[in-house]
């Protein structure tokens, strides 16, 4: 029989590319090794994400507890508009550094909520679709001219 083990590796970065924070939720108190680097635990949801062939309805949420250490950082992550990446993971319940990527999510934190009990980052796509055809084509410096490069530019 096979087992499936569903974990989340976190990364976020800063407007300059610079990783602040990583973090995992599967191996509970304990740091994680994945492609050489440490993931500490702390208790967090990922979810919302769905995706269709017209990239519309792309936001997922980061749901962590609300206490000092989420609060520390949380702000800074809404007010900067840091970039999240989720990698969601079949993981090996007894090797912390074994484990195969099934997904990746990448984001930029655009709001947060708050109450008793937990705090919740809304992260979007940094591109938004515009028609119908989007993204069936691949958007290339030909087609467009100059591509940002930054996760801060903000389509209106």
Do not use: C
């Not at 029989?1 to 990364?11: F, I, R």
């Not at 090794?33 to 990922?46: A, I, K, Q, R």
């Not at 992550?77 to 970039?83: F, G, K, M, P, Q």
Request: net charge neutral.
């Amino acid at each position: 029989m096979t087992t499936l083990a569903v974990g989340n590796y976190l990364t976020f970065k800063n407007p300059s590319q610079t990783v602040v924070y990583r973090f995992q939720n599967f191996h509970i108190g304990e740091t994680s090794v994945y492609n050489s680097f440490n993931f500490s635990f702390l208790p967090f949801g990922f979810s919302g994400v769905s995706v269709n062939r017209t990239g519309d309805n792309t936001s997922a949420s980061l749901v962590f507890p609300n206490n000092e250490l989420s609060r520390a950082w949380a702000l800074q992550a809404v007010t900067d508009r840091w970039l999240a990446v989720v990698k969601v993971m079949n993981l090996d319940p007894d090797d912390r550094t074994a484990g195969t990527m099934m997904h990746q999510y990448v984001g930029q934190v655009a709001g947060g909520s708050w109450d008793d009990a937990t705090l919740n980052l809304e992260v979007n796509t940094i591109l938004d679709a515009v028609g119908s055809d989007v993204p069936l084509r691949r958007l290339t410096q030909n087609l467009i001219g100059n591509i940002p490069v930054s996760s801060n530019v903000r389509l209106r």
